[in-house]
């Protein structure tokens, strides 16, 4: 009979088979009522699955994210049910949980209204209350298919048609009517779900996400343990609609998209300021740090992308071009193959290394149109590449300085909360196993030397080698993934470079891809969002807006913008016919950082009245010492 190993080490002996429930009821009265999944040597599984070897088991309560993910599941089921309750006759197709929550997509031809999500959510806490009861069963294929379409539910019956024939079928019913074709697990019954849940929106969803299909209805929820945590969820959506980039990107005058050329950024001056700005903070820290800066062609032959690995990998989200003469050409997606030309230009010795080669290189990539979202998924990027051609002893050393690098340049933007996630070899790669063990011992190698805390991502790395990825959490605590740090013992190889070793025997580099920002165009989103516009001074696109009180001191106006342009501060001078009032309220829509205020006073004394964003206190300060500390200000960040 099952002896039963748990997660510290100790074991228990049974006589008989046994359920997950009681052996949680074994360990502890609390835990089994804080139970909610189990896996058993690794593999997860509902708390009532028999157990009847000897293996390795682990209790998931809803502290744990696996236990979390099954609450949302098992809320996703629970709203079907309620939809199929409500309104007879509709569909259920798929319904998966995601970041967050869940969603589920339905076939119905009336759509659902938020007057009708009101009434879904009444009826999940209906059901949630009846803690209806959750069995699972293995049915046949052949059963499964005719008893979907039996009862109308085509979708299902072609979901089951494509599943591989030896894949067992599992059946999952809530209650004595509800039922689901589902993996699992689940949930013992609905009550334990709680009522900590929201149902946010609807949306159009194509079936198996093809435009050729049809349009079904996606309802999307969130689901939490606790109403404090869904509170405060809420709390954070809500303050994400107000940081909205696109929304205060409009308000500031930065950027706008058009339909003629979806997914590319139309950037306004503004925008493209901080765009450059962005640019010159960092090409100042990369000439610090021992950087070349270079400059590739964006369209290269084919014939370099196949060498590269990229065709294979990337070509079906590549934009290609077929000339006169019927050569083919593609847009490059990456900047690598390019800089990989450029170190192959003139002998190298080991002397020459490490090489770090910096580009600011424009790159595009295919995505769909409903993916597409402002400057956050984009087709045509800006990536702050840089390529550091190494020696395999020089890894570590160089891992460590563009993790400090990378880490320096978030604090200086404010992001103080960054993560490390260490990604291993993917699925689909190219090179051999014994260059994998090579790049991911020694990338692991220098992540460990930094000290810092990292988790690992399996089978997430790049096609050419392992990565860091370095994962920005934000003012309201969202994290984004920016920066990268890859080694690669594949690409170097495959494209010809080499260097002389002290031996004189030709060697391959290693090559370490290394992006700070990731994208130019989505960090820019991401900071938009993160100070909610309102961006430190010495990033501000317009750090100034010189105000007349009347036309009578215009002329003084003027003078204090000159003096600002002249030492390096980026200002402008109002002199439209509104009055005051009007003009700083809509100088503070376009979150300019701070407003100077000129009137009698300040001509007789030569001051400005400064007015900073967010404040309705005034500050009168001599104008030769505010522009000495705002140029300051401007220079402290690059150098």
């Given at each position: 009979m ?8 100790n074991?228990?002996?049974?006589s ?28 997860l ?12 088991i ?5 502290k ?13 089921h629970?709203?079907?049910?309620a939809?199929?309750e ?26 659902f ?11 999940m ?82 079936w ?9 209805q ?14 405060e ?11 909205d980039?696109?929304?205060?990107g ?5 950027f ?15 925008g493209?300021?901080?765009f450059?700005k ?63 030309q ?8 080991y002397?020459?290394?490490p ?9 595009h990539?295919?995505?769909?149109s ?23 002893e020089?890894i ?7 993790t ?39 990338l ?6 930094t ?35 890859q ?8 494209l ?11 060697k ?11 994208s ?17 001074f ?17 002329d003084?106006a003027?003078e ?8 390096g ?9 509104h ?16 407003l100077?205020?000129?009137g ?14 967010d ?6 300060m ?16 690059y150098?």
């Open positions: 099952p002896i039963i190993k748990l997660t510290d080490g074991t228990l002996n049974f008989k088979k046994i359920s997950g429930l009681e052996v949680a009821e074994k360990i502890s009265k609390s835990l089994a009522k804080q139970a909610l999944i189990m896996s058993i040597d690794g593999e599984k509902d708390l009532s699955f028999i157990i009847s070897k000897d293996c390795s682990k209790i998931f309560t809803s744990d994210a696996e236990g979390l993910e099954v609450i949302r599941h098992d809320t996703a629970i709203m079907a049910m939809v199929q409500l309104y007879p006759g509709t569909q259920v197709t798929i319904g998966p949980v995601i970041e967050n929550g869940f969603y589920y997509d339905f076939a119905r031809k009336e759509p209204t938020s007057d009708d999500l009101k009434k879904i959510e009444k009826r806490s209906e059901i949630v209350d009846r803690d209806v009861k959750t069995r699972r069963e293995v049915w046949k294929r052949e059963k499964a298919i005719s008893h979907f379409k039996k009862i109308g539910e085509k979708y299902k019956a072609e979901i089951i048609e494509s599943i591989p024939k030896n894949e067992e079928l599992s059946i999952y019913h809530h209650g004595d009517t509800w039922h689901d074709l589902c993996r699992g697990p689940h949930l013992e019954s609905s009550s334990k779900i709680g009522k900590a849940f929201k149902l946010t929106k609807v949306a159009g969803a194509y198996r996400g093809d435009s050729n299909n049809e349009m079904l996606r309802i999307y929820g969130t689901s939490w343990p606790t109403q404090k945590q869904l509170d969820y809420l709390k954070r959506i809500e303050e994400a609609e107000k940081r980039h696109r929304k205060l409009k308000e500031m005058d930065l706008h998209f058009r339909e003629e050329s979806p997914g590319s950024v139309f950037w306004h001056e503004k493209w300021n901080l450059q962005l640019i010159s903070y960092m090409r100042a820290k990369q000439d610090e740090a021992g950087y070349k800066e270079i400059n590739t062609p964006e369209i290269l032959d084919r014939s370099l992308w196949e060498k590269s690995g990229h065709w294979e990998k990337f070509g079906a989200n590549m934009y290609t071009s077929t000339t006169p003469d019927d050569k083919v050409f593609a847009i490059k997606p990456m900047n690598c193959p390019g800089c990989v450029v170190f192959n230009q003139g002998l190298k010795s002397r020459d290394l090489l770090k080669m910096s580009e600011f290189g424009k790159v990539r295919y995505e769909p409903g993916a597409l979202h402002g400057l956050l998924r984009v087709r045509a990027f800006t990536q702050d590449d840089a390529h550091i051609f190494c020696t395999e020089q570590t050393e160089e891992c460590l300085s563009v400090n690098l990378i880490l320096k340049i978030y604090r200086d933007l404010g992001f103080e909360n960054v993560l490390l996630k260490y990604s291993d070899r993917p699925d689909l790669r190219v090179g051999d196993d014994s260059v994998w063990d090579k790049s991911e011992k020694a692991l190698e220098a992540i460990k030397a000290k810092l805390e990292y988790s690992v991502n399996k089978g997430e790395g790049a096609f050419y080698g392992p990565k860091i990825e370095f994962v920005l959490r934000d003012a309201i605590g969202r994290d984004w993934q920016c920066g990268t740090l080694v690669d013992l594949n690409l170097p190889g495959r010809g470079a080499s260097f002389i070793d002290k031996d004189g025997s030709k391959i580099p290693v090559m370490l891809h290394r992006a700070l920002f990731g130019l165009e989505r960090f820019i989103g991401i900071l938009i969002e993160n100070y909610a516009g309102k961006l430190p010495w990033i501000s696109p317009l750090q100034a807006v010189v105000i007349p009180v009347s036309s009578d001191f215009d003084y003027k204090v913008n000159q003096n600002l342009k002249k030492n501060i980026s200002s402008l001078v109002d002199l439209k016919n009055n005051l009032n009007y003009k700083i309220r809509e100088h503070s829509l376009s979150k300019i950082p701070i100077l205020i000129c009698k006073k300040e001509v007789d004394t030569n001051t400005v009245t400064i007015r900073r964003l404040s309705s206190k005034q500050e009168n001599d104008l030769n010492l505010f522009v000495k500390k705002h140029s300051a200000l401007n220079k402290a960040f150098n």
